[in-house]
């Protein structure tokens, strides 16, 4: 499946923004779904994931409490609810599936990736 992030942008500290994950030719109900990230220098490092029935969730403890990933398998999208953004969390951010009913925080677990959306986070 091939996988396609959008709803990156400029905001501004504290301000929220929300991500979309939808497949090209596809759907997502065979897979289990993560974000992660990657900021300019930095490798790419795990954000969220949700299982393939949206019953089971996973953030990171720099997200945990701000971001909430959800999915709609009748609408074929995947969501990242980003709230109270900080300077920190300016990187590119990647939607990514998984052949699995369950999440993974391993980005070697995850078999097909979209091209990613940037997010930059001004203070």
């Known amino acids: 499946v091939q996988l396609q992030a959008s709803g990156g942008g400029l905001v501004q500290a504290g301000e929220f923004r929300r991500l979309s994950c939808s497949p090209f030719g596809g759907t997502f109900y065979n897979y289990a779904m993560g974000w992660f990230r990657q900021a300019p220098g930095r490798e790419r490092e795990f954000v969220s994931a949700?299982?393939?029935?949206?019953?089971?969730?996973h953030y990171a403890d720099a997200v945990k409490g701000r971001f909430t990933i959800s999915r709609d398998n009748v609408k074929n999208a995947v969501y990242l609810q980003m709230n109270s953004l900080k300077p920190e969390d300016t990187a590119v951010y990647f939607c990514a599936a998984r052949t699995s009913v369950s999440c993974a925080t391993p980005a070697t677990e995850y078999h097909y990736w979209g091209q990613g959306t940037l997010v930059t986070v001004s203070s």
């Open positions: 949700i299982s393939l029935g949206g019953t089971r969730t």
